[in-house]
């Protein structure tokens, strides 16, 4: 079997799917790595959440402006053409269905397109939600990026979730270190296998039942 | 700090970081509750810890939902309908209602006494610029709050700020404060 993606492979993977012209909101941490991957070819425009349209790249060291932060409150720079607005205008674009796409980490998938990705059942740690119901909601379409299993190897993708749910119903297309899943109205559709992993081997890592699609190719990615 | 308000409600996106700020106002023991969207941000140690004591109550909120519920209480509406939370934790035991085959929950606006908003530029009429994300939370709290008080950078004389500019009408805010 290949080695699973890592996750700039992952990442790599995500960009390759990304229409031209589209307007893209990436979740804090792993998706924030798309960014970093979309085809020359393509013009597509970075959300933020704190309120910016045409986020560019980390700024150069000494560059960084505390005033001019993405979601994460890392420091960011603005393409030609980017714009600044409030919350609630983000918000707007979010809630309001003006977001082509918005990538997201996850806990657990369900094969209904359940997300959980905001609060694990420990009670003891405050949960924190951020924007994450409101994109999982609001964005044209949901992808998530994700390991296939968790670090002691629990399938993350369910039949149900078990976890606190962020939306219902929401995810369209799951991008794991093993494979590209679709969420259709019958459930998991594997659109990419790793290669040399079989379909038995990839189901055993599953924790729902997976078809196959009658063109599903293999998952690949650039040396990144 | 030093005015000594007690039991009071905070409102913002994330519930401090080290002790400075709103660290340094939670660990007086001043802050009964707050209201976040996140609130295990790097460096809330004083809110985890006293959140682990039980000292202090937490309300949750998608992002989106406070910004809107703030959004209604400056704009004067009653409450709104959202799709966000409907079938989650955060969406429990919220009046839900169906458009368009999808399950809303109604949220309430959130109005406060004082909002405290950091800005670049204002003059004397109370109108304000901001500076690239800093802008933030900053206009929808300004209008949702009985004082509006402005933090600046800079204050100018009316007609320096061009017009077409201004981000916060003067209208919304009630003090500036220049802190250069």
Redesign the interface.
Known sequence: MSTPLTRPQIAWRIAQDIADGNYVNLGIGAPEMVANHIPEDREIVFH?????LGMGPVPGEGYE??????AG?KPVT?LSGGA?????D??AM??GGHLDLCVLGAFQVSAKGDLANW?TLDR???????????LA??AKRVAVMTDHCTKSGEPKLLEECTY?????GVVDRVYTDLAVIEVTKDGFLVREVLAGLSREELQAKTGALLAFADDCGELTAAAV | MLQGAKELTIVS?N?GEGEFGLAKLMKTGAIRKVI???????GSVV??DL??QGKIE?E??????L??R??AAGAGIGGFY?????????GEGKETREFDGRVHVLEQPLKGDVALVKARLADRWGNLT???????????MAMAADLTIAQVDQFVELGELDPEMI?TPGLFVDRVVEVG
Not at chain 1, 48 to 52: A, K, V, Y
Not at chain 1, 124 to 132: D, E, I, L, Q
Not at chain 2, 132 to 139: L, M, T, V
């Open positions: 933020s959440e704190n309120g910016i402006d505390p005033d001019l932060i993405n409150k603005l600044y607005f409030n919350h609630s983000s918000f979010i809630r609060a003891s740690k405050p949960p924190g939600v951020g924007g994450a119901m409101d909601l609001g606190p749910l962020t939306g219902a | 996106n519930a976040c969207t996140y609130p295990r941000s790097a809110f985890e959140y682990e937490l949750v909120v998608p992002q989106g939902t910004s809107e703030m959004r959202t799709p966000t939370s409907a079938g989650t934790l955060l901001y500076n690239k994300s800093a802008r933030n939370f900053g206009p929808v981000i």
